[in-house]
Nanobody, 115 residues
Framework: QVQLVESGGGLVQAGGSLRLSCTAS????????MGWYRQAPGKQRGLVAT???????NYADSVKGRFTISRDNAENTVYLQMNSLKPEDTAVYYC?????????WGKGILVTVSS
């Protein structure tokens, strides 16, 4: 079955950087678009960034210029490089893909940015 496993979260000071990773199994990774979403306390889950199989990227306005999504098809892994982090980036970050008509999500990983 499809599994997505996130790693790389943690606590960082404002202005710092983190890199999240999401390793996928159970899919032909190179054929699938991948995405990162986040959910802050008391808020709905929202888009952070997506990358297509052809490496076309899309970002939420709030992260443009600070975050970079990339993928390594040989490693079945999608990354989210987060720079210039702000306290408002604090959230649980989820990896996502869409396969055969279904959305799949990782369990999520917490990113906390202290001021």
């Amino acid at each position: 079955q499809v599994q997505l496993v996130e790693s790389g979260g943690g606590l960082v000071q404002a202005g710092g950087s983190l890199r999240l990773s999401c390793t996928a199994s159970g899919i032909i990774f190179g054929f699938n678009a991948m995405g990162w979403y986040r959910q802050a306390p008391g808020k709905q889950r929202g888009l952070v960034a997506t990358i297509t199989s052809g490496r076309i990227t899309n970002y939420a306005d709030s992260v443009k210029g600070r975050f970079t999504i990339s993928r390594d098809n040989a490693e079945n892994t999608v990354y989210l490089q987060m720079n210039s982090l702000k306290p408002e980036d604090t959230a649980v970050y989820y990896c996502n893909t869409f396969v055969d008509g279904m959305y799949y999500w990782g369990k999520g990983i917490l990113v906390t940015v202290s001021s």
